[in-house]
Nanobody, 126 residues
Framework: VQLQASGGGLVQAGGSLRLSCAASSSNFRVYGMGWFRQAPGEEREFVAGINWSDSRTYYADSVKGRFTISRDNAKNTVDLQMNSLKPEDTAVYYC????????????????????WGQGTQVTVSS
């Protein structure tokens, strides 16, 4: 399974970016997906998740109301729309696949995810 993240870049505070993650797996649709981020000198943290059936989404408190996760099972992609970006959103963003099939409720722990993309840099200037 390969995950390819894209869409990062440099944006001013208050701006928007849309990240996309393309999965090579043919059974993409049966797995929940997540986005994580890691800022310099910080541990990687959960940002958002979406379950396999696209019926539940999860967000870190720091991004609720600003970020939206979505998936397109026909294209094997999961996107993260980021609005009202803040300098503290600056980080490398990673997409990841949850290790369990058909999971309705996703957790934020890194150990729940088995495949990771290479990361895409998001820089928000003040």
């Amino acid at each position: 399974v390969q995950l390819q993240a894209s869409g990062g870049g440099l944006v001013q505070a208050g701006g928007s970016l849309r990240l996309s993650c393309a999965a090579s797996s043919s059974n993409f649709r049966v797995y929940g997906m997540g986005w994580f981020r890691q800022a310099p000198g910080e541990e990687r943290e959960f940002v958002a998740g979406i379950n396999w059936s696209d019926s539940r989404t999860y967000y870190a408190d720091s991004v609720k109301g600003r970020f939206t996760i979505s998936r397109d099972n026909a294209k094997n992609t999961v996107d993260l729309q980021m609005n009202s970006l803040k300098p503290e959103d600056t980080a490398v963003y990673y997409c990841a696949r949850n290790r369990k099939l058909w999971l309705e409720v996703l957790g934020p722990a890194e150990n729940d995810y088995d495949y990771w993309g290479q990361g895409t840099q998001v820089t928000v200037s003040s």
